[in-house]
């Protein structure tokens, strides 16, 4: 059975930082792509960051690019995602997400993904 449990998310300043883990299991890490979604009150979700199943290539979505930093620790089934500099507009609900890829990329399309956690929320004040 495959779970996904994120954790680290809550209220933040802006400017601050977090780190948003994902705990899989049920998952063989090294056979899967996996990312990082997220999705604002009456927002679509979107993807923000992708990284493929050797660790070797990730994608950014524009909005968090040079700000937060996806990684997978594998020895430790756990998939990672640096949050810095922090904005209001990151506020949302961030999941993480895994769907079996061998090859040398990912998507940060959400119709890819097999597997879902449940969410952390990360709310940014002013």
């Known amino acids: 059975e495959v779970q996904l449990v994120e954790s680290g998310g809550g209220l933040v300043q802006a400017g601050g930082s977090l780190t948003l883990s994902c705990t899989t299991s049920?998952?063989?890490?090294?056979?899967?792509?996996m990312a990082w979604f997220r999705q604002a009150q009456g927002k679509e979700r979107e993807g923000i960051a992708c990284?493929?199943?050797?660790?070797?290539?990730?994608d950014y979505s524009h909005s968090v690019k040079g700000r937060f930093t996806i990684a997978r620790d594998d020895a430790k089934n756990t998939l990672l995602m640096q949050m810095n500099s922090l904005k209001p507009e990151d506020t949302a609900m961030y999941y993480c997400?895994?769907?079996?890829?061998?090859?040398?990329?990912?998507?940060?399309?959400?119709?890819?993904?097999?597997?879902w956690g449940q969410g952390t929320h990360v709310t940014v004040s002013s």
């Open positions: 997400a895994a769907y079996y890829n061998y090859g040398g990329s990912c998507t940060m399309g959400r119709n890819a993904y097999r597997y």
């Open positions: 049920g998952l063989e890490v090294g056979d899967y792509a």
């Open positions: 990284i493929s199943w050797s660790g070797t290539y990730t």
